[in-house]
């Protein structure tokens, strides 16, 4: 036992000092770098140089000369070849003084500025995406070709919310309009990018997105109020500093809130850099202006003044200063005046120069271009078809169009009339492409071209032609500007025609492009956005025509007054595992309402989700209440629950479950068998199946926190938590709030210490499912929610199910729980509430998992069945009947499961309600959460309440009222009575 703590402990300060000696590594080179450069060179050392691998000879040798007669710090390429831009990099870094920080502005990956790169689709297509997961994988292949051709720094991701239809410059750059949902794509975007070795740079501060004017070209005037600020534009920022971002980037804005001095650019504003961005923001990393050559600064601050202005605000990186020798010069002069001292630029080139250094410019190492154009590649189609398939966004099905293989299919095959058939026009095309060959091979289908150049003189006949002779009409908006100006480029004659077949019976508006062209068409019934041009999205469309793929995408932005932000329609693919809706007439349910309506009178929760299924089919499904006492945000049936002990079954014993099933865990195995670091302790000899039973003798639960808390301040202890991430402290426990790595190890060692209990008592444990986690683990080589998203929530297509919220959907979409006060102080929302799983990273087999009653009752339904749902098959019938029948002598406890009491008939407290049968099987959570499925009676119900908000636990009143088996009861009354669906 001793030397297992030794080993973790060793481990442990092995890890912290490792990272400790790394910044001393970087500061100690820093500090040498500094003692060869001149006071020039280290002003030159804040200033990165446009290049290109596409411009010559003259361009070669004009960067040449700067870098050889001023040692500049860094090098930003634009367009050219990749491995012209590595021959060149490789050149630049072997003459120059000190190793350059190479910067590239790849937004949508190098293709955004190299031949031969494919491109990666526009942030705000994958704004439509709802997975944040896909946008962590967009973020590393951002890194991945970066760090393959020596780029330090990638200017991304943009987090403007872009709240402006008409910005003409950041528009589908932005994630979309929503602060949430930009705040956590661009998080995960940054971290995929820093995890790979390539800083990110959070752009343009402090908010470009509600702009009509391009900065390229003058300045942008915002006249929004602090207030207004920071509730929207600076929420992103605030978030993507706290998780770590590198860099930062600032626009060239007005605006008067924050600086009113006269034709005060943002990036040019001390209020701006240095009194908002440092002081009030805390930002400690390093700031990059936006060109210093666009005109939205030089028109005003010419010939090297706008360096100047810029080093005065507090940047520290001057981005393509139109002439470096001037600049050096007035900023010398500046300093002479003290406008700058040498003490402030000298600390700015120190942290340059120590950035250099983390990001791998200590040691220059040549470009390999052996495979480049390849391995660049290497990942791009791939991202590019998940994200298509994942953004495809069905806005408006008015007549149940769609899909096209239930209505348009059947159709055909019994039309008399065999030239009544489909019909696709692509409006703006005028070649076949992927989507126009699909429809004709596959569906039969005629293709009408008509170009935004086409005479108007066509529409009648055309018009007339496609009503009398197709029965099904797909009209294809194809290549039409990305950019708002002059409607997008789509012509006046295309308008006319795409709104005259709109308006036939049976006809879809596909958008290939910008979402917010769909402002021409708000009332068309049945309409698709598909965000790009490219045969991936052609291919991901025309499966959601035919229901081959379900569309899951949302709108990133609002179009129309009637089609708003986050719109986004779905089918139900029952052969899929999605449950189909029966819903039984509302006012059969009175009762229900009536006792959640006394439940939230009487403050035993905020609110609630209820939802009932009875023979596979949802029979009844409502939200009641807010998510607080505040009344602010409505419950929906899309809310997120922090699910608390439901975990235990829905993620953990569902794994042990299949594990079991293919062999991999034996039930009368010990601990220690599965679990290495065990061995040794008095954990080691307990059976699997007893950890399953709560009846191993482990203690109920370990209130790990206390430990943390300093005795004297009653405050968590500063030597274990800070309130940003870091590589010592990388744990988060809640928003602001990081624990130091190894202290993790440390709470391992606690229940190992542990004291046991008598073996074969029940004692519902809360470590019985941390161990079973960690076994699954062990097993498995993968986290647990790895594992158990891979093997059951993707198949199931269970999007908003998993452990980290907060990295996977924004945050408004998550139920709030506790405002903890001793430990965390603050609110949880979407942090994990169980103190014990927040301190293991939010992972954990006990605690962590979140989602909605929709695809809770798909995961109990599959087990209701049997283990099967839809056509796809989990587990055998023989494995879900052990785990889920009574599996102890001496407690109601199945295999992981809870259970009705044994006695529930004629008990005075019947659990979880009077009505189950004993087959009845599932889980509450601490948080006011339940879920039941009885096989008997062919039942799913699943309650969702957030009875912790405000207080925690100390509100009991959703126990002692009964609220959960009382509506239980409820609905049974219904749903066995013989009723007719309406």
């Known amino acids: 036992m001793k030397k297992l703590i030794l080993i973790l402990a060793g481990i442990a300060a092995i890890s912290l000092s490792y990272s400790q000696s790394k910044q001393e590594l970087a500061k100690r080179w820093a500090d040498s770098v500094m003692q060869t450069l001149n006071n020039d060179q280290r002003i030159a050392q804040l200033m990165i140089i446009r290049a290109h691998s596409n411009l010559g000879a003259a361009h070669v040798k004009q960067v040449t000369d700067l870098i050889r007669k001023y040692n500049v710090g860094g090098l930003c390429f634009f367009q050219g070849g990749p491995v012209r831009q590595a021959n060149l990099t490789n050149f630049y870094q072997s003459i120059a003084k000190t190793p350059l920080m190479i910067t590239i502005d790849g937004e949508w990956g190098l293709g955004m ?34 760090k393959r051709i020596g780029i330090q720094v990638n200017f991304a991701p943009v987090v403007d919310v872009n709240n402006n239809p008409n910005n003409p410059v950041i528009n589908d750059r ?47 005037i915002i006249n929004k109020t602090k207030q207004q600020l920071d509730s929207l534009e600076l929420y992103p920022f605030r978030e993507i500093f706290e998780n770590g971002v590198g860099s930062v980037m600032i626009g060239h804005l007005y605006i008067p809130a924050i600086d009113n001095t006269k034709n005060q650019a943002t990036s040019l504003s001390y209020n701006n850099v240095t009194k908002l961005l440092r002081e009030e923001l805390g930002y400690k990393g390093l ?65 340059v120069l120590m950035a250099k250094y983390l990001y791998g410019l200590g040691e220059v190492k040549p470009i390999d271009t052996n495979n480049l154009v390849s391995d660049l590649n290497s990942s791009t189609e791939a991202i590019r078809k998940l994200i298509a398939q994942r953004s495809v966004t069905l806005v408006k099905n008015d007549q149940s169009l769609l899909p096209l293989s239930s209505a348009a299919l059947s159709f055909m095959g019994k039309a008399t009339n065999t030239e009544k058939k489909i019909a696709y026009i692509a409006i703006g095309a005028t070649t076949s492409n992927f989507i126009t060959q699909k429809m004709k091979d596959e569906l039969k289908a005629d293709i009408f071209f008509f170009s935004y150049k086409s005479d108007a003189g066509r529409i009648l006949s055309l018009v007339e032609l496609i009503k009398q002779n197709y029965s099904h009409v797909v009209i294809g908006m194809h290549n039409y500007s990305r950019r708002p100006q002059n409607n997008f480029g789509i012509s006046a004659s295309a308008l006319q025609l795409a709104r005259r077949l709109s308006e036939l019976p049976q006809s879809a508006l596909l958008m290939f492009g910008n979402p917010y062209a769909l402002k021409n068409f708000c009332d068309v019934k049945t309409s698709v956005v598909c965000y790009e041009d490219d045969a991936h999205t052609q291919a991901a469309a025309f499966d959601v025509l035919i229901g081959k793929q379900r569309p899951t995408g949302k709108l990133p932005v609002t179009v129309c007054d009637n089609i708003k932000y ?17 819903l ?60 608390a002990s439901v975990t235990k079954i829905c993620a953990t014993t569902i794994s042990v479950m299949k594990l079991y099933e293919e062999g991999k865990i034996d039930l009368k195995k010990r601990l220690g068998d599965y679990i290495p670091w065990v061995n040794g302790t008095n954990k080691q000899d307990l059976l699997i199946e007893d950890i399953l039973l709560h009846q191993a003798g482990l203690k109920s639960w370990i209130p790990f926190y206390k430990e943390t808390i300093d005795t004297n301040s009653g405050i968590p202890s500063a030597q274990l938590y800070t309130n940003g991430p870091s590589e010592d402290y990388n744990i988060r426990v809640a928003d602001t709030f990081y624990m130091r790595n190894d202290w993790r190890d440390t709470m391992y060692q606690r229940i190992l210490q542990s004291e046991m209990g008598p073996y074969g008592k029940y004692v519902y444990s809360d470590n019985d499912f941390i161990f079973l986690g960690k076994v699954v683990e062990q097993l498995t080589g993968m986290t647990l929610d790895e594992y158990v998203r891979k093997t059951f929530y993707e198949p199931l297509h269970l999007e908003s199910s998993g452990f980290l919220p907060l990295q996977r959907m924004p945050v408004n979409r998550i139920v709030p729980t506790e405002r903890e006060v001793q430990f965390r102080r603050q609110l949880l929302r ?81 659990y979880p309600a009077l009505s189950v049968s004993p087959s009845t099987f599932g889980h509450t959570g601490y948080t006011g959460t339940g879920v039941w499925a009885d096989p008997e009676n062919k039942i799913v119900y699943i309650f969702l309440s957030n009875r912790v908000h405000p207080e925690g636990g100390t509100n009991t009143k959703l126990l002692t009222m009964n609220v959960r088996g009382k509506i239980q009861d409820a609905l049974y009354k219904v749903l066995l009575e013989k009723s007719t669906p309406e």
């Open 113 to 146: 500025r190299l031949d031969s790169v494919v491109s990666l689709p526009r942030q705000l297509m994958l704004g439509a995406v709802q997975d944040a997961a896909i946008a962590y994988d967009y973020g590393k292949i951002l890194g991945e070709q970066c």
């Open 287 to 351: 700031t990059f202006t936006d060109a210093l050559e666009m005109q939205g600064v030089k028109k005003f601050y010419p010939d090297g003044a706008a360096s100047v202005q810029s080093l005065i605000a507090g940047n520290d990186l001057l981005c393509l200063p139109s002439d470096i020798p001037a600049a050096i010069k007035k900023i010398k002069a500046a300093i002479k005046k003290k406008k700058l001292s040498w003490d402030d630029l000298n600390s700015r080139v120190h942290r």
């Open 174 to 220: 932005s994630f979309g309009e929503d602060r949430y949902k930009v705040a956590l794509f661009g998080v995960q975007v940054m971290k995929g990018m820093q995890d790979m070795g390539v800083m990110a740079c959070a752009k343009h501060f402090p908010g470009h997105g509600d702009t009509e004017t391009d900065s390229h070209y003058d300045l942008p």
């Open 584 to 643: 039984l007439d509302e006012s059969k349910f009175v009762t229900v309402d009536s006792i959640v309506a006394d439940a939230i009178q009487k403050k035993a929760m905020p609110g609630c989700v209820v939802m009932a299924v009875k023979d596979g089919k949802i029979m009844f499904e409502k939200a009641y209440g807010y998510y607080t006492y505040e009344q602010q945000e409505p419950m929906t049936l899309e809310s997120v629950f922090d699910m």
């Open 830 to 910: 979407g942090d994990v509430h169980d103190p014990g799983a927040a301190m293991f990273g939010g992972i954990a087999g006990h605690a962590g998992l979140f989602s909605t009653a929709y695809e809770l009752a798909v995961i109990l339904q599959m087990l209701n069945n049997g283990g099967t749902i839809g056509q796809q098959t989990f587990f055998k019938p023989e494995t879900v009947q052990k785990f889920i029948a009574y599996g102890s002598e001496i407690s109601r406890r199945g295999l992981g499961f809870d259970k009705p009491e044994k006695d529930n008939l004629t008990r005075k407290d019947p």
């Open 566 to 582: 986050g719109t986004g329609l779905e089918y139900m693919m029952p052969a899929m595992g999605d449950l189909q809706r029966n």
